[in-house]
């Protein structure tokens, strides 16, 4: 039995239409993303017998995957079906849900939560043949009252920032174990990334640094000490470098897995395994905050509801989820014996789309570039929820 395990997770997304914008317009960067997508699943099959990863990817980036016409356009650089079949058949490849649009869960509405988690594992099944046992929210912004929705979803655990946990009897948790946290009578594990080691994941890092790191903070925790590390994974030059021997794989990764077949003192675990061998027992509270990105803390959310633009963006979300909620509920009420409730059922799900759509973080992280984009997105779910409203 180890007395160190190492949990490895990358996060993929992109907005609604990135993958065609990009093969448009950017031609080398759609290479290099979608080279960073096939690149894990590439070396989890290599080092299969040690090799142990964590992969989410929101709902809208497998939407994009889905779309024949991305797949033929992307077919001279990756054969989406198959790399999308290799992940599914990878069992040393935990696959991780999250909202289908990338939301900042805190910053939406209640109403949208549960849409926004089934969607997910719908599409996730669809694409791999099987469901995300773990979570992962979105820019890791998470708060307590997203408990009972995740659980109900059928999550079993949830990674979160390591900074944001803390003991019920306040002081300090050590990151290195995993927790229990409930809220309104629903119970989940929680996860602590460890945010150090993980912005050197993001950036840079090697094995031997990595080792020694890691023993260094494995100490503070009782075996068996559980180090988890996550980031992107496809950003930045050290994921979509070309040149593999100087990024991520090459140079980290693979020099990682070689020594660990000569015996390395850290072993690299699925979460779901370690949890099955070593289920929580200690009770925390998770403070509601985000990851560090940018030159934001996490401690609040600043990265997309700092500026007023970003405010009234978000209030326009909360405004147009409250319209569809209301007409939704007039037409539960009359459609059960109306002949046009045929039509009224495909403009609400249309512009419910459009709302869903509308609460994806892209479009608050990146300030006045994008926030507009909400604005468009509902514009459409307004049209459509005023020719629904027309016939009911």
């Known amino acids: 039995m180890a007395d160190i395990y190492h949990a490895l997770g990358l996060h993929m997304h992109q907005p609604p239409g990135n993958l065609k914008l990009l093969i448009d317009e950017e031609s080398w960067e759609a290479r290099q993303i979608l080279a960073a997508y096939e690149r894990p699943v590439k070396y989890l099959e290599q080092y299969r017998d040690v090799g142990r990863l964590h992969v989410g990817f929101s709902g ?50 209640k109403d949208d939560w549960a849409e926004q988690l089934i969607r997910s594992r719908q599409i996730m099944q669809e694409t791999f043949g099987r469901e995300p046992k773990g979570f992962w929210p ?10 009972p929705a995740i659980k109900q979803a059928g999550y079993e655990y949830i990674v979160v920032d390591s900074v944001h946990v ?30 150090d080691v993980s912005n050197a994941q993001e950036s840079g890092l090697d094995a031997n640094w990595f080792e020694g790191e890691v023993m260094n903070k494995a100490g ?11 980031s992107d994974g496809e950003n930045g030059g050290w994921f979509r470098q070309m040149a593999e021997q100087a990024g991520f794989w090459g140079h980290f990764f693979a020099p990682y897995m070689e020594r660990e077949r000569e015996g390395l003192p850290i072993r690299p675990v699925l979460l779901s395994d370690y949890l099955e061998e070593h289920p929580p027992t200690e009770g925390v509270h998770v403070q509601t905050g985000a990851w560090n990105v940018g030159s934001t803390s996490g401690y609040d959310f600043s990265q997309w509801a700092g500026s007023e633009a970003q405010r009234r963006a978000i209030e326009e979300v909360f405004q147009v989820s ?3 909620h209301e007409l939704k509920g007039t037409f539960d009420q009359k459609s059960q014996s ?34 507009n984009r909400v604005y468009e997105v509902t514009w459409h779910a307004r049209e459509l929820l005023g020719k629904a409203r027309e016939i009911i």
Request: net charge negative; aromatic share 14%.
């Open 60 to 109: 809208i980036l497998l939407e994009q995957f889905l779309d024949p016409a991305i797949v033929s356009r992307y077919a001279h650089i990756v054969n989406i079906p198959l790399m999308l079949r290799r992940y599914g058949e990878a069992d040393n490849i935990e696959l991780i849900g999250m909202g289908y649009y990338h939301p900042i869960f805190p910053l939406i509405p």
């Open 138 to 147: 979105p820019e890791m912004a998470f708060c307590m009252e997203m408990i």
């Open 166 to 195: 803390w003991p019920l009897d306040g002081g300090r948790c050590v990151p290195y174990k995993p927790y229990l946290a409930k809220y309104d009578g629903h119970e989940i594990t929680v996860v602590p990334r460890d945010r």
């Open 220 to 230: 503070e925790c009782p075996p068996p000490s559980l180090v988890t590390t996550w």
């Open 322 to 324: 409250k319209a569809y």
């Open 338 to 371: 109306n002949w046009w409730s045929s039509d009224a059922a495909r403009l609400l799900e249309n512009a419910h789309r459009y709302v869903l759509q509308s609460e994806t973080s892209c479009y608050l992280f990146w300030g006045d570039a994008w926030v």
